[in-house]
Every structure is written in C-alpha cells, then in structure tokens.
C-alpha cells in the first residue's frame, strides 16, 4: 500500500506513509464501531487516498498533484472501489514494490541511508531491528531516516525502476537491503520467535524478482541461492517448544531438499556470468553445510579457504567472525579463540551478542569455565531476542557454575 500510494501522490514517500497511518487510525477507530469491511485493503487505499487529497488541497502543490491522484485507477478518481483495489495488489503490487526499492536506494543517497530507509519502508522493519542490524544507536538511526526521506522529496528523486543501463548502479543497495531483511527474519532480533518466517518469504520473493529484473547478474543469483540454502534448514532451527537448536543438533531430515537443489543450481548460474562475488562465495559455504549428511561431514577446510576469499572480497568484522568459527573447528578452539580476540580488540562488535557467545562456546570447549561464564553474561546483556535469551542461560547454567 506505501508503494501505491507513493506513486500516485507524486513520488513523495514521507507523504504516502502519512496518509496511510491516517488512514490506519481511522481504521482502528470505525472497525470495531462500525464492522470489519469486506475489503480492507481497498477501505485503507481509499481513505489514505481521501486524506492525501485533503492535505494537498490545503498546499500549493495541488494543481501540481491532483492529476496524480484523479488518476490513480484506469477509470479516474472514483474508480478505487474494492475490485480495483484488490487487481492493483494482485497484478501491479510486485512492480510497485520494486520501483519503491530502486526509489530509496537512489545513488543520490549514501549507501547506508539507501539500505536503511528501504529496509523500514519495503520490508516492514521498525527503526530500532534496523538499528540493531547496523548496530548502531536507534536515534542515530531515526534521524538518518529523516534526512533520506527529505532527500528524496526535495531532489525530487523519481519514483521509477530506472533504466536498464542504471540498474547495476543501485545493484548493490538493493541486494545488501534483501539479504539483511531476509537475515532478520532468519534470526530476529526480537519478538518471541527465532525466526520470522513471513520476512525471509518476502526477502526471497524480492530476491526473484531482481533475478527476473537482472538476469545477467551472477551475484543475485548468488543472493537468492545464499537464502534458499539458508532458509532450507529454517524448520530445523528450533524445537517443538520454539526453543534454538545449533547446526550441529539439528535433524537434517528436516531440511528442505528442493531449496538446496534450487540453490545449487543458482550457484552454478552464478558462477558462469563471472568470477564469484561475495554473495556467491557466502552461498557456496552454505552449499557446503547442507551437503553434509552430519555434522560431522562437514568439510571445514573447505569452508575456511572459501571464507579467506570472501574477506579479501567483503572485509566485515561479522566475516571474521564466521571465519574464526571454522578455524576453530578445523584447527581446534585455541586456534578460533585467539582469531575472536583479535576481533574483541578492534571493538568494532561490542555491540554484537554473537561475537561473546562464540568466545563462550569455544571456552566452553576449553573447559575454563569461569571464562565461559563470563562470555555468557556479556552476552546475554546484548540479546534481544527471548529465544536467544533462553538459549544462553541454559548454557550458562550447564557450567555447573
């Protein structure tokens, strides 16, 4: 509904959110008055629609804008009834939505404001997952979406896919926006669920539609494989009880077959439009996880070699990490544990909960316990999510301690 409403009141995203919070307002107040509509999606259009035209009435804007808006359906201003609502969102919404991602990842904007702004207004992130995700404070965050928003309504950056020649400059936003909304899904940092399923779904159908978009590219091949491989073992991360399950204790039964297939097959795509980009580097290593018939199987060396690749090719703090993991159970704990202090040391993850669960993992394995202990406590002060939480303190209480 944002990407429709952005596009018929003239391209302005901060206006077209407005409009619809109006309109979900007036919802909140009528429905339960009055009974749930038979179409609720086309009643919010329509309201939103009717505030936007109220708003621009009372501006110097709306001679400029009311054509958008009379003409938003194929039959001019009185057309939005419910049947027309509901073809816009089954035929155009997959169009609209893309043009609303190639809107806020405009060159126009730094990357992170391109990613951050896209995250909130396409895949329904609130700022402080957001922030969490950059780790970054929330305020911080809050008024980096501000300034892009601004940006985008005083530069007048259309709202449109651009053309096919400027697409491979908006590329990498795009993808980065994809995958950080499908990794929060994968392992929400809130909420009472490991993972978000409605998210990674919707990160995965964005995925396709920019391998339908850019077909020659060989990293979103790479981008939608890395997630299919992933999102293969989804079922498998936690229990009947919703409590986390480790890779290594999961039912590989459980695992989703016809995604790992898929994803092999778009890492071979990948593969023959050029050299390997981060994207298909970090689905190779997924590719190697879930051809594993145990954990056990699984080829670490392999895995390490792929990752010294992917951090000449993506140099992250977070790379390092995954990469000290493998170390670890390649060349034993002392070895990843002594990679994962150098990473302490930087700071660059202070804020990162994993980072002191991997050191007390590998501790654990050391059996110095009062270390482990502590590495637990850290991080249990940074996890939001109150599966994690749980996840942690059962550890924590197994030392004995």
Same mark, same amino acid.
């Given at each position: 509904?944002?990407?429709?409403?952005?596009?018929?009141?003239?391209?302005?995203?901060?206006?077209?959110?407005?409009?619809?919070?109006?309109? %979900?307002?007036?919802?909140?107040?009528?429905?339960?008055?009055?009974?749930?509509?038979?179409?609720?999606?086309?009643?919010?259009?329509?309201?939103?629609?009717?505030?936007?035209?109220?708003?621009?009435?009372?501006?110097?804007?709306?001679?400029?804008? @009311?054509?958008?808006?009379?003409?938003?359906?194929?039959?001019?201003? +009185?057309?939005?009834?419910?049947?027309? =609502?509901?073809?816009?969102?089954?035929?155009?919404?997959?169009?609209? *939505?893309?043009?609303?991602?190639?809107?806020?990842?405009?060159?126009?904007?730094?990357?992170?404001?391109?990613?951050?702004?896209?995250?909130?207004?396409?895949?329904?992130?609130? &700022?402080? /997952?957001?922030?969490? $995700?950059?780790?970054?404070? &929330?305020?911080?965050?809050?008024? !980096?979406?501000? *300034?892009?928003?601004? #940006?985008?309504?005083?530069?007048?950056?259309?709202?449109?896919?651009?053309?096919?020649?400027?697409?491979? $400059?908006?590329?990498?936003?795009?993808?980065?926006?994809?995958?950080?909304?499908?990794?929060?899904?994968?392992?929400?940092?809130?909420?009472?669920?490991?993972? !978000?399923?409605?998210?990674?779904?919707?990160?995965?159908?964005?995925?396709?539609?920019?391998?339908?978009?850019?077909?020659?590219?060989?990293?979103?091949?790479?981008?939608?494989?890395?997630?299919?491989?992933?999102?293969?073992? *989804?079922?498998?991360?936690?229990?009947?009880?919703?409590?986390?399950?480790?890779?290594?204790?999961?039912?590989?039964?459980? %695992?989703? @077959?016809? +995604?790992?297939?898929?994803?092999?097959?778009?890492?071979?795509?990948?593969?023959?439009?050029?050299?390997?980009?981060?994207?298909?580097?970090?689905?190779?290593?997924? =590719?190697?996880?879930?051809?594993?018939? &145990?954990?056990?199987?699984?080829?670490?060396?392999?895995?390490?070699?792929?990752?010294?690749?992917?951090?000449?090719?993506?140099?992250?703090?977070?790379?390092?990490?995954? !990469?000290? =993991?493998?170390?670890?159970?390649?060349?034993?704990?002392?070895?990843?544990?002594?990679?994962?202090?150098?990473? &302490?040391?930087?700071?660059?993850?202070?804020?990162?909960?994993?980072?002191?669960?991997?050191?007390?993992?590998?501790?654990?394995?050391? #059996?110095?316990?009062? /270390?482990?202990?502590?590495?637990?406590?850290?991080?249990?002060?940074?996890?939001?999510?109150? !599966?994690?939480?749980?996840?942690?303190?059962?550890?924590?209480?197994?030392?004995?301690?």
């Amino acid at each position: 509904m944002v990407a429709i409403l952005t596009r018929t009141t003239g391209g302005d995203l901060a206006f077209a959110e407005d409009v619809l919070q109006q309109a %979900w307002l007036a919802a909140f107040e009528q429905w339960p008055r009055d009974g749930w509509p038979e179409q609720p999606v086309a009643w919010l259009l329509r309201a939103a629609r009717n505030r936007a035209i109220d708003k621009i009435r009372r501006s110097a804007n709306f001679e400029r804008k @009311r054509h958008l808006i009379e003409g938003a359906g194929p039959e001019g201003a +009185d057309s939005l009834d419910s049947a027309f =609502a509901d073809d816009l969102l089954d035929s155009q919404l997959p169009d609209e *939505r893309l043009r609303l991602i190639f809107t806020c990842c405009h060159p126009a904007l730094n990357l992170e404001a391109q990613i951050a702004l896209t995250l909130r207004s396409v895949c329904g992130l609130n &700022t402080e /997952e957001i922030a969490r $995700a950059f780790l970054t404070p &929330t305020a911080t965050l809050a008024q !980096r979406l501000v *300034r892009a928003q601004r #940006k985008i309504r005083d530069a007048g950056i259309p709202y449109q896919v651009p053309a096919q020649k400027d697409l491979a $400059a908006r590329s990498e936003g795009v993808m980065h926006v994809v995958y950080l909304a499908f990794t929060e899904g994968y392992g929400a940092s809130g909420g009472v669920d490991i993972v !978000r399923a409605d998210l990674c779904d919707e990160a995965i159908h964005l995925a396709r539609m920019l391998v339908r978009s850019l077909p020659a590219d060989g990293e979103i091949h790479g981008l939608l494989a890395l997630m299919l491989l992933q999102n293969a073992r *989804r079922s498998a991360r936690a229990d009947a009880h919703g409590a986390l399950v480790l890779l290594e204790d999961q039912d590989r039964s459980l %695992w989703v @077959r016809e +995604d790992i297939r898929e994803g092999a097959t778009l890492i071979e795509a990948g593969l023959r439009r050029g050299p390997p980009g981060p994207y298909v580097l970090q689905a190779i290593i997924a =590719a190697i996880h879930a051809s594993a018939e &145990t954990y056990a199987d699984t080829d670490w060396p392999q895995i390490v070699a792929i990752y010294d690749l992917l951090r000449r090719a993506l140099p992250s703090p977070v790379v390092e990490l995954n !990469r000290a =993991a493998a170390l670890a159970m390649r060349d034993g704990p002392e070895v990843g544990l002594a990679e994962l202090d150098r990473i &302490t040391a930087r700071g660059e993850l202070e804020r990162y909960h994993l980072l002191p669960s991997a050191r007390a993992e590998l501790l654990r394995r050391l #059996k110095r316990w009062e /270390e482990a202990g502590a590495a637990y406590d850290a991080a249990l002060e940074l996890c939001t999510n109150p !599966r994690e939480q749980e996840f942690l303190s059962r550890r924590r209480a197994s030392l004995g301690m």
